[in-house]
């Protein structure tokens, strides 16, 4: 344990530490960006949205950044080494699928429609009619995939997340 040889359990404990404060932070700052990225498709499926499950996906939101504080930026965080990987795990399915979603969510207005994807390969130009032809199926299976890994990443993510305070309520009594 010289300054040439740290020790490696405090060196893989600082390590496991960077990562869960990336996936953190990240569990805060990549769903807005996921947003993000769906604005520049906006239209009448946003505000579909916007006037009905908001709400659930805002408290879904909020309940995210408690376990990305309780769980990833706390020094003593909830979870032990094992379901910490797993919550890892589960943390970054469901961020994948909110950014590919984002980018992928078939939307449309009044004078157009597509992904925030299909505009950026010029779905509102003069080749819109190509880029559809060549994107739609493309777009609309990767937005069914990655809604399906959203939510089921984000359920598995609560459903640790509730294990590990389910744990720590029986060390706390004693009972395990």
Do not use: C
Not at 39 to 62: D, N, Q
Not at 69 to 79: D, R, S, V, Y
Not at 161 to 176: E, S
């Amino acid at each position: 344990m010289t300054a040439a040889n740290p020790d490696p359990i405090s060196e893989a404990r600082t390590s496991t530490r960077g990562s869960a404060r990336i996936t953190g932070i990240a569990l805060i700052v990549l769903p807005l960006v996921a947003l993000a990225l769906k604005m520049f498709s906006f239209g009448w499926m946003m505000v579909l949205i916007l006037f009905g499950p908001i709400f659930v996906m805002a408290i879904g939101y909020v309940l995210q950044v408690v376990i990305a504080a309780q769980g990833f930026l706390t020094k003593k965080g909830l979870f032990d080494h094992a379901r910490m990987k797993r919550a890892t795990i589960a943390a970054w399915v469901s961020l994948a699928g909110a950014l590919v979603l984002g980018l992928t969510m078939p939307d449309g207005g009044d004078t157009g429609w597509g992904s925030t994807l299909q505009v950026l390969l010029g779905a509102y130009g003069e080749n819109s009619d190509a880029v559809h032809a060549a994107t739609d199926t493309l777009t609309t299976a990767l937005a069914y995939v990655s809604a399906a890994a959203w939510v089921i990443g984000w359920v598995w993510l609560a459903a640790e997340w509730i294990g590990a305070y389910a744990a720590r309520r029986k060390r706390q009594l004693g009972i395990a």
